[in-house]
Structures are given as C-alpha cells and as structure tokens.
C-alpha cells in the first residue's frame, strides 16, 4: 500500500532516460531535473504537489530514494523499530500520566524479552548449525560460548554497573525518587551489582532475568538441533505450553524467571519455526503465489488486530466477539501475538515492517538500553514534573531523555561494544590459530595492520565488510542495536523491508538526481493535523488544524513557484516564442484543474444528494435546501462549506504565481530589492493580521507570498552554490544547524502556547486571535533541509507520512465523513474511537484516490504530453494523439518481448 508509482512525471523518452544497464526485473526509479526535464509537474501520484531537485554538490547526504547496486546479504531493520516504541511504552508508563489505565509498560517489557530471546536464538542456530556441519572440535565450541558471552556481558552489565555505582553516591532522597528504594538506607552496592532478589529495584529486574535466559538458549538450541528433521516434536507441545502459560499464569514486574519463560520461549520458537522455514523456501526454492500472500496478510492483520484489542482493552472485543481469554491481573499475554508477526514479517515483508523502519523509531532502538535504563532521571525530575502546562513536561521528557540517552551510548554503550567486537576477533584468532598470546598483543597487532592498510589505500576510503550468517561468525551486539543481525533473506520474497549493503569495493555509482521526499511527508502530517482538529477531542485549544491549513498553503506556493520558475528560466534562456510561452501556461492550468477540481466536484455532488441532516452533520450546512449544485461548484463565497474554503483560495494564487515569477525574473540580479521589503511585509501581516477559516485571499495572501519567497530564494541560492563551487565547512553546518534548531523551538513554543515563551522569554509577538503565524519558520525549514539536508528531513520521509502525503488531498475533504460519524462518535471507549477514525480515514482517502484522484492525474498527463506534441508539430487532435501514443506503446512492449 505504501508504494507509490508516479503519475505525473516526465517520460522516459522526454527525459532521454538509458534502460540498458537495468537489471531485467528491477524497479527503476526515474529521477529527473527540473532544470533539465522538457516538462514540470506539481501533480504527482505521492502528493498534491511533489518535484524532484537536484541537490547541491556541497550536501554530504540528501533525503532520496536509492536502487540497489545489488543483492548483497541484507540487515534487518524493524527489530530496532519495535525495539524502540517499546522504549518509548516504557517512558510513556512511568510518566504516570500518558495512557495510565492500559499497562503498556508491561507490553514493552515483554517486547524486549521477545526480541532478545528471538535474535539471540537465531544466531547461535546458525553458528551452532555451521560448526556441526563443519565436524567442529570441542575446543572450538569451547571459543564460541566464551565468545557467546562476553559479547552479552559487555552488552548489558557495563551500562548497568554504572548506573548503580552513580546511584551508590545519590541521596537517599534521590534513590526514593528516582529508582523507587523503599528503604534507601540499605543500600549494598554489591547486592544490587550481583542481582540479589531484594535489591531489584525499579527497571532493574528484567537485566537479571534476561541474563539468565542467555544460558538457557545454548541448551535449547543444541536440543532442538539434536532432533534434526524432528524438531517439530519438541516445538508443537511447547508452543502449546507457551499459550497456556501465558493465558492462565500470573505475570507481573519484580518476580523471578519463572512466571517469564514462556515469553522468552516463545521468542526462541518462533527463531526455530524462522530458520527451519526459510531454509526449507531456498532448498525448495519455494515462490510465493498471489493467493499465498492473500492469506498471509488475511492472517496477519487477524494477528494484529488481536494484538491491538489485547493491549488497548477494547476494539475487536467491542466490535465483534468479547475476549474469550480471561482478563489478566497481571501482565498482558503478547508474546505469542508478537512472535508470529516478526516470524511472517521477516519471510514476507510487508507496509508493516516498512512502517518500522522509521529513521526516529530506529535510533530510539539504537538507544533503547540507555533509555530504559536512565529516563527516571529525566521523568522524575522535580523541575520537570512541576511544569504546569503537558506539553512544557511533553518535550522537556523526550527531548532531555534522548539527549541522555544519545550521551549514555556515546560514552558507555558504544565503547563497550567496541571492546567485544576487539575480543571476539581475539578469540577468532586465537580459535583459528592456536597460537598463544594476549588480547593486548593481538590489539597492538590489529592496529599496525589497519595503519598499513590505510597506507596502501591513500584515498582514505572505508570498505564495509559484510558478514553473513550461513558462511561467517555472527554477533548479536552491533553498533547501532543491542541484537541487531545481518540475514540473508528468503529467496522467494519478492521485496524486504531491509537495508541493502553494498558488495566490497563496489563501483561508486555517479551521483543522481534527487527526488525532495520529505516534503509528502510533512503534507501527511499536516492532513492527520486537520483530522485531530475536527475530531473535537484531542486538544482542540491548539489550532493544529489551521496551523496544517497554512502548511498547505505554503508547500501549494513553494512547489508550484519553484517548479514554474524552473520552467521560466529555461524557455527565457532558449528565447521562446510567445506561442510556446501560451502552450506552458495552458499546461500549467489544465494540471492544476485535473488535480483538485475533479474530487471536489464529485465531492460536491455528493453533498447535494445527501438529506438536510446529513449535511448539517458532515458538512455544517446550517440551513436546509441551502446546497445549491451550481453555486457550490463554481466557489460562491456563501457556499464554502466546512474544508471547501480553502479551495478558491488555491485557485486563485494559481493566477498569481506566473505573475510573481515573471516580475521577479525580469529583475535578474537585483531581485532581493523586492524579495527584502516584501518579506517584512509578510512579517507585518502575520502578526498584526487577524486570520481565521472561511475569509477571502486578502487575508491569507502573506501566507501564500511567503511560500513563492522562499522558493525564489532556494533557486537564487542553490543556483549561486553550484555557479561557485561551494562547500559547506564544518562551522557553516553547525551554524545552519543552530539557526534552525531555533527556528523549529520557536514554531513548537508558538503552536503549543508554551516551552521557550515559558522557560527563556515571553513571545515577542502579540497573542493570535486567529490562526497563529508559523508560516516564516515553516518556510525557513523547507530552504534549509533542501539545501542542506538534516535529521528533519530523514524523519518526514516515514513511509507512513509520505503515503497519508499522497492521499493528503483525499484526507482533507473526505474524513469528516468518518469523524463525524455516529456509530464512531458514539463509542465509549477513547481508542475505539481513534483506531476506528484513523483506519477507515486512510481506507475511504486510499480508494477515492486510487478511483478519482489517480485517474484525474493520468488525465492531465496525457492532455500535457498532447500540449508538447502540439507545440512542436501544430497539427492532431487530442483523439488522434491518444491512438498514437497506443500504438507506441504496443510497439515498445513488442519489441521488449522480442529481446
């Protein structure tokens, strides 16, 4: 659902693209220049309004979508996501009062136990499964478990130890307060570092009951190795054991391993039932059909469903059938539910591993341990937890808790690590060898071989190794995640929500034309905004629907100015004639109708059918037979009803833009003369002017001006960078870095009426009446993430956002639908409500743009590509066209086939 196929832009023949060196069954993505392309377009499949840029040379990274060099091992990457909502449940627990009544705590612990038990078990399966193919020694099995556990020992215990050694030196008062000490004045240092039962206090149970496990996964795994074809015997009635246990036994936090083995077993079936399946696919050589996949997702989302009414206490037990299990006193029983989506996740990936592998969601996971272990000192701080308003106590939590995480893996986490990668290479060596010496001798050796190497390889370049699982030693403590694995995925998976990694000294591929994704991203973002707004529940005193309603306006403004501008540039540098000038603007127009109106009118059209009470419901119509067909479609101002005034206001800086973009390029070098007075204008505007819903252009022009400032200033900028050559130093990062961080602490403290307005100084500005001004930082963040991409930029590319990006338009017409709708509004329970609204939104958005707005698109394609033809020939008619440019593609598909 998540996968996008443009729809609006240039063709492969417009573009001049070469398809000889694609891989035959390779998805190529075509990637174009504004500057060079014969055609621009705002309209595409992803978004409203999506373009492609060329990057400045002097960005070390960009925000862009890759093809894979290759088919080289690939590294798992939604473990970490889910590794680091759990850490997220756990912070959102102990607030004591983020979602108190549903004990996601205790789901995010049994998340952690999962994923530990269910990585550690797959890969001592693999290595213990690759050395008795190999007839390995004792001695050598002796190396592996002694290199088993000092990587799980310098995983978890250095972080830990510290911890406790740092809260030895606290008060008593900050031992009550910050890890829970009942009886602060006994205190032993060596109990707690030795896991003595009653010195467990607060998140430090689960370490000792992990570490225990780790020798039990040795034994299990060489059990169930010891049965061979056989292992079905021992994993079916142990699985139903796990299912049992889970359903009917007391779990709760602060109690010994016991009451938790079937949780850590369940992870270590399903590593078993994992590998024993995905060798049987490449053995078999196993492909899955279509109605293979169909019942695997119809089982799936059964799975998840459950999953969600487990931990949320309601929804499919409201909804269909009430929870045949017994309520639990204890924890929730989960792991099993959790289990078999990582099993079907990592044979068939789909949009739900893909929505894990979210860049923010990672590097919590990344940080998780850390997060665990030290957010008490963040959540419980006195300073903290007496600010009065949520959202002062909201940020101040994660971004400190982050901050202190980041610092803890840094300085501790990292390091360690380090350390047992150098004595897991030892033991390599030394298993390998048998030869003698010390791990500082081997250290010194290492070294001296790296600085040799890097002087037979001046260019200073650094070569990735790749180890795989089936032919290489595998580790379970990586530098990025606490069991993060490299896994050659099944070969019958047809996609995998996975990160390629490249071959050794592969040929560095020239750099490519960038598509701006993060863009849809913050356009699906702004669409869930309006959704929250009118939902009437969730904050409505913040205006994040009319803060969302001038994101629209911007990103509308920017995109097509720039795009135009683009376009502009090249037809004045080509001294284009008055005709083709004529033939631009129709194209620009026809797309800019094919892309809102037809959805709009069908929109309307539905509204006029539907009764008086229907209307007034859905659409706040306030008084019957007022929805005249007519009036409402051609925009008359008494008939904009709900999220229809928005609409006109678009339409109209249509005719604007060509305007703004010719005067300002008549101007040349000296467009800043008008760009300066005209920002402080807009400035003025936004925070004098009094803006509120269902007003004329007048008032919102600033708004929409400040959208095409900014694009005119990336052009004049990004123009200048690669007109001189320019590189970004290190200062010059970190001051763009500094000024918008600032900028985007500013936007937050005015949308949020707090954070820096109440800990640094009082806003400058007067207080909205209306609509707050946050255009100016909105504009200031899309230059800069563009011209030097960042963590923002990363962070809006989250699939989830760019795909509500997509259906964005779709989003913010038709969700009142939903929203408003009775049997949902009625509901009592609060996540009934908001599952119910956030997926049948995305279901009803997804098909009216796949049955309105897609084919809408394909349309103004076809009528552009009709346009160029025209221009250049002057003959045909649209019909004519069409045919022809079927039997083109008949015979391009022939000759495909032919070859």
Not at 117 to 141: E, Y
Not at 159 to 175: N, P
Not at 764 to 779: H, L, Q, R
Request: proline fraction near 5%; charged fraction near 15%; hydrophobic fraction near 50%.
């Amino acid at each position: 659902m998540l996968k996008s196929s443009r729809n609006d832009t240039p063709t492969g023949e417009e573009l001049k693209l070469d398809n000889s060196n694609t891989p035959a069954g390779e998805i190529q993505l075509r990637v174009s220049d504004v500057s060079q392309a014969s055609e621009t377009s705002t309209s595409s499949s992803d978004s409203e309004n999506q373009a492609f840029v060329g990057q400045t040379n002097s960005s070390p990274k960009s925000s862009v979508d890759q093809l894979p060099v290759s088919k080289p091992p690939t590294k798992v990457l939604f473990l970490d996501g889910v590794r680091g909502l759990a850490a997220i449940l756990v912070v959102t627990q102990h607030s004591k009062e983020y979602l108190q009544g549903l004990n996601l705590g205790a789901v995010a612990v049994d998340a952690f136990f999962v994923l530990s038990s269910f990585l550690l078990t797959w890969l001592f399966m693999k290595k213990s499964m690759k050395l008795l193919a190999q007839g390995a020694s004792i001695r050598t099995w002796g190396f592996a478990l002694v290199d088993y556990f000092s990587k799980r020992f310098f995983r978890v215990y250095p972080l830990f130890a510290l911890t406790v050694i740092a809260i030895s030196f606290m008060s008593d008062e900050d031992k009550q307060r910050y890890y829970l000490f009942k009886n602060p004045g006994d205190f032993d240092l060596y109990q707690v570092l030795t896991f003595e039962f009653n010195h467990r206090q607060f998140v430090l149970w689960t370490l000792p009951l992990e570490i225990a496990y780790y020798f039990v996964i040795p034994v299990f795994v060489l059990v169930i190795l010891s049965m061979r074809r056989h292992w079905w015997l021992a994993v079916v009635p142990l699985a139903v054991w796990v299912v049992h246990q889970g359903i009917y036994e007391y779990r709760t936090s602060h109690t010994p391993l016991e009451p938790h083995i079937p949780t850590f077993m369940s992870g270590s079936l399903a590593a078993v039932v994992f590998v024993k399946l995905d060798s049987w696919i490449k053995k078999t050589d196993f492909k899955f059909r279509w109605w293979h996949t169909l019942m695997l997702r119809a089982f799936e989302g059964a799975v998840i469903a459950v999953l969600l009414s487990v931990c949320f206490k309601g929804l499919f037990f409201d909804w269909v059938e009430t929870n045949p299990v017994p309520v639990a006193k204890g924890f929730p029983f989960v792991s099993a539910l959790l289990t078999a989506i990582f099993v079907i996740e990592m044979l068939r990936p789909s949009c739900l591993s893909t929505m894990f592998e979210w860049s923010v969601l990672r590097y919590w996971g990344k940080i998780s341990f850390s997060v665990y272990l030290l957010h008490s000192f963040v959540i419980w701080n006195p300073t903290i937890s007496s600010q009065p308003k949520y959202f002062n106590r909201l940020f101040a939590r994660f971004f400190l808790i982050l901050l202190l995480a980041t610092t803890s893996y840094y300085l501790i986490e990292y390091p360690s690590q380090m350390l047992a990668q150098r004595i897991s290479r030892f033991l390599a060596a030394q298993e390998s060898n048998g030869a003698s010496g010390s791990l500082v001798k081997f250290t010194c050796i290492n070294m001296r071989n790296k600085r040799t190497a890097m002087e037979i390889n001046p260019d200073g370049a650094i070569e990735l190794d790749v180890i795989e699982l089936s032919n290489e030693e595998t580790s379970t403590s990586s530098l990025e995640s606490e069991d993060q694995t490299f896994v050659g995925q099944a070969q019958a998976s047809t996609k995998s929500s996975v990160e390629k990694l490249p071959d050794v000294k592969p040929t560095p591929p020239p750099t490519p034309q960038t598509k701006v994704l993060f863009l849809d991203g913050i356009r699906g973002l702004a669409a869930m905004m309006v959704v929250v707004q009118h939902s009437k529940e969730f904050y409505p005193k913040l205006h994040l629907g009319s803060a969302a309603v001038d994101i629209f306006f911007i990103l509308s403004s920017f995109l097509l100015t720039w795009l135009f501008m683009k376009k502009s540039m090249k037809l004045l540098a080509q001294g284009a004639s008055i005709r083709t000038w004529v033939f631009t603007l129709l194209d620009y127009f026809q797309k800019r109708f094919f892309r809102v109106y037809p959805l709009f009118a069908v929109t309307v059209v539905v509204l006029h059918f539907l009764s008086f009470e229907n209307q007034r419901r859905y659409f706040i119509v306030k008084k019957p037979n007022r929805v005249e067909l007519f009036k409402t479609l051609t925009f008359e101002y008494d008939h904009r009803y709900h999220v229809f005034w928005t609409l006109p206001l678009e339409i109209e800086y249509y005719f604007i833009i060509p305007i703004f973009v010719l005067v300002t390029l008549r101007m040349r070098r000296y467009w800043w003369i008008g760009a300066i007075p005209l920002f402080m204008w807009i400035v003025h505007e936004g925070w004098t002017l009094v803006r509120n819903s269902h007003t004329p252009l007048s008032l919102h022009l600033h708004t929409f001006m400040l959208g095409s400032l900014a694009a005119v200033v990336f052009v004049k900028l990004d123009l200048w960078i690669k007109k001189t050559g320019f590189k970004f130093r290190l200062w010059h990062t970190v001051l763009l870095r500094a000024v918008e961080g600032l900028i985007i602490a500013l936007m937050l403290s005015v949308l949020f009426h707090g954070l820096l307005f109440d800990w640094v100084m009082a806003s400058p500005a007067p207080p909205p009446e209306g609509f707050p001004f946050i255009s100016v930082y909105v504009a200031s963040i899309l230059v800069i993430e563009i011209i030097q991409p960042s963590c923002v930029s990363t962070m809006f590319e989250w699939s989830v956002l760019r795909f509500w990006g997509k259906i964005s338009f779709s989003i913010y017409l038709l969700h009142t639908f939903v929203v408003m709708y009775p049997p949902i509004s009625h509901q009592p329970n609060y996540f009934n409500r908001l599952f119910a609204r956030l997926f049948l939104v995305i279901a009803l958005a997804t098909t009216s743009y796949y049955l309105i707005e897609y084919p809408s698109q394909l349309m103004a394609q076809r009528i552009s590509r009709f346009l160029a033809a025209q221009e250049k020939k002057n003959s045909g008619s649209l019909a004519r066209f069409t045919i022809m440019e079927k039997i083109n593609l008949k015979k391009q598909r022939s000759a495909v086939d032919m070859k």
